[in-house]
């Protein structure tokens, strides 16, 4: 492990990159992994309950499958006032994958790394000062503001079914400022094109940045608990720690709830 705090705590914050000199093209291999892991894990879980379910005798599995499946409808059915068959599905996507992402800031901020460094060097021959391993996907603003880049996508799909191309670009020039005189609509539509564009950009900056900003730090404050003795450790962890939940959870929620909302707001008129 590292000889110091300063050592342990970039040790701790530093991606395994897949060539780190390639730069913007180079992959977070611990990212992407474990993202997709955690991915098969929702659909894994989830198609087990579907298969399994029944209807005379629900398992507590099936149970809070069905609750969390029911939350998620509720919220659609209160905010989505088009109609949609993504919409339920992509919220329930939303929830629960960024929920679990966010979950594994709850884990020993030791575990996982010094298993990839017992791993790297056992079998690899690696240096354990060079194996590098961040388990939070989501404290990685490369997935967030992937999400979000998603999200966006899906806002402007969305907006040309709704209202069609020709609907969509006029919204974006003669709104929120509208006039009847034709003269007027010109000198506005600069300026009406100008605040649509920010709005949007808007949208998947606050988005990634949100989820990006309260993760990180929740994965930052682990890891100064974690150079405190061992005593400190758990009085200060434990409480943090039951605190954390609800952060990760509340995150998730507040992803999807904005999501829902931004997507809602893309099929109604302005």
């Known amino acids: 492990m590292a000889s110091n705090a300063t050592d ?9 990159n897949s060539d780190p000199s390639a730069g913007f093209w180079s992959l977070h291999v611990d990212t992407f992994s474990i993202s997709l892991i955690l991915g098969f894990i929702f659909v894994g879980v989830f198609a087990f309950v579907a298969r399994r379910g029944s209807v005379e005798a629900p398992g507590r599995l099936q149970i809070f499958v069905e609750m969390i499946l029911e939350m998620v409808q509720t919220q659609v059915n209160d905010i989505f006032h088009g109609k949609s ?3 339920a599905p992509l919220a329930l996507t939303i929830f629960c ?3 679990l992402m966010n979950f594994m800031d709850l884990f020993p901020v030791d575990l996982f790394p010094m298993l990839a460094q017992w791993i790297g060097h056992t079998f690899f021959g690696m240096d354990p000062h060079h194996v590098y391993l961040r388990v939070v996907p989501s404290a990685d603003v490369n997935t967030t503001f992937a999400m979000s880049l998603s999200v966006l996508a899906l806002i402007i799909a969305f907006s040309i079914k709704a209202k069609g191309l020709g609907g969509w670009g006029k919204e974006l020039l003669t709104a929120p400022f509208h006039a009847s005189n034709p003269i007027a609509m010109i000198v506005l539509a600069p300026i009406n094109l100008a605040l649509q564009c920010v709005e949007l950009i808007a949208k998947p900056i606050s988005l990634s940045l949100r989820l990006f900003g309260n993760l990180y730090a929740g994965e930052m404050i682990f890891i100064l608990i974690a150079l405190l003795p061992w005593g400190l450790q758990w009085i200060l962890g434990a409480p943090w720690a039951i605190f954390h939940i609800l952060i990760i959870t509340l ?3 507040v992803f999807m709830m904005l999501t829902i909302v931004y ?8």
């Open 8 to 16: 342990y705590i970039k040790h701790h914050l530093t991606f395994w």
């Open 85 to 87: 068959k993504l919409i």
């Open 97 to 99: 994958w960024v929920f």
């Open 251 to 253: 995150q998730a929620f």
């Open 263 to 270: 997507l809602s707001l893309a099929v109604e008129a302005h």
